[in-house]
């Protein structure tokens, strides 16, 4: 199956506007997605950093709950609660309104809106959409934006765009990591990047709660298709059992995503009672948004997910069935 193909401007034909808003705007607000993860909450510190240091006035706002496992980018401390009344909002990392969460609000009540994101599947919603999906991560395009305008890069800016390219590439382990994001690494080490504060921060710190979570949904891990198809689940009865939160579950799919015969691999979340989230990773032929796309989701090729107000009961079979469907389909 192949994904729709949507031609975006390059960043060449977009900068002038950019530079253009960076310059007339007063106050500039940055955000990321819901339950951002550090390409998106990076990018946005990393770009507000970057402006700040040369006088302009932007304030990160961020959907709730606030993802408290990534209080260690620099900047974190600066997240507004309410932006206040805003003249243009940049977007980073998120490819549908829906994702917005609590603050949807903001991009229909600020004129201008920059949505930056590497997602094939971005909405387009911004007045000024500059998507690379061929970018590893939301902070390669973001560095790329900040060099060419001359925007000062930190160590700050450095430590939050590293962040956000190491933990999208999986400790540059995953697919996309390419030459260019290797040479990126490099990069922003060079401009004062603390790669191995990142490191143990992504990968290496981790709380009891999470460990104790994750031999939960390991222990009720189902696979079908002679462990071709994998599955688990984080209800709020195990959440409760592990004393964790739902922020705390996610290194659970890397989980099922290292398991060897994988090929499509499935984590249901019960986010709140009567809405549940799905996480697709797959290996080849399997495209993950092919499994999210019947239930309004999207993301990446190896990499996607799907929310719906159904509860885990109902949404489950409905999604194992298509995942089923592609794995039949393909032999
Ligand atoms: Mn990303």
Same mark, same amino acid.
């Given at each position: 199956? +192949? ?6 401007p390059e960043?060449e @034909?977009?900068?002038?506007d ?5 310059? %007339?705007?007063?106050v !500039? ?5 819901? #339950?951002? #993860? ?9 770009f ?6 040369t006088?302009?006035d932007?304030?990160? $706002? ?18 507004? =609660?309410d ?5 243009a909002?940049?977007?980073? @990392?998120?490819?549908?309104v829906a994702?917005?969460g609590d603050?949807? #609000? ?5 004129? +201008?809106? $920059? ?7 971005? =909405?387009?919603?911004? *007045?000024i959409?500059?998507?690379?999906a %061929?970018a ?5 395009? $973001? ?7 001359g925007?000062? !890069? *930190?160590?700050?800016v450095? +430590? ?6 190491? *933990?999208d590439?999986?400790?540059f382990r ?11 690494? &490099? ?5 004062? &990047?603390?790669?191995?504060w ?5 990968? %290496?710190?981790?709380s009891l ?8 949904? $390991?222990? %009720? ?6 462990g ?5 689940? !984080? +209800?709020?009865a ?9 922020m705390?579950?996610?290194?659970? !799919? ?7 015969t994988m090929?499509?691999?499935?984590l249901f ?7 549940t989230?799905v ?8 495209d ?5 796309r019947?239930?309004?989701?999207g993301?990446h090729h190896? /990499?996607?997910?799907?929310?719906l ?11 194992? @069935?298509? /995942? ?7 032999e």
């Open positions: 199956m +192949t994904a729709a193909v949507t031609t975006w960043l @034909d977009v900068v002038g950019i530079r253009a808003v960076i310059d %007339r705007k007063r !500039i607000a940055c955000l990321p997605h819901k #339950d951002a #993860d550090a390409d998106s909450l990076g990018s946005a510190l990393g507000a950093l970057s402006l700040r240091s006088g302009h932007v304030r990160v $706002v961020v959907p709730s709950p606030l993802p408290r496992m990534l209080e260690y980018l620099p900047g974190f401390e600066t997240i507004s =609660e932006p206040g009344d805003i003249d909002l940049f977007t980073f @990392d998120c490819a549908t994702r917005f603050k949807q #609000d903001l991009i229909r009540r600020t004129d +201008t809106v $920059v949505n930056i994101d590497h997602h094939v599947s971005n =909405e387009g919603f911004g *007045t959409n500059l998507i690379e %061929r590893s991560a939301t902070g390669q395009v $973001v560095h790329r934006l900040l060099t060419t305008i925007a000062p !890069i *930190t160590a700050g450095a +430590t939050n765009l590293y962040a956000a390219l190491f *933990t590439t999986g400790g995953h697919e996309n990591t390419t030459e260019e994001a290797l040479r990126l690494g &490099a990069d922003l080490v060079a401009a004062g &990047a603390n790669a191995g990142v490191a143990l921060k992504s990968y %290496r710190s981790r709660p999470q460990i104790k979570l994750e031999g939960l949904a $390991v222990a %009720r891990l189902h696979t079908e298709f002679e071709r198809l994998v599955w688990s689940q !984080i +209800t709020h195990m959440l409760e059992e592990a004393g964790a939160d739902m705390e579950s996610e290194g659970v !799919i890397d989980q099922l995503q290292s398991i060897d090929e499509i691999a499935l979340k019960e986010n709140s009672p009567g809405v989230k996480s697709v990773r797959t290996r080849d032929p399997y993950a948004t092919a499994v999210c019947p239930f309004g989701g993301g190896r /990499a996607a997910g799907a929310e107000s159904e509860p885990l009961a109902v949404f489950e079979p409905r999604v194992l @069935d298509v /995942a089923r469907e592609l794995l039949r389909s393909a």
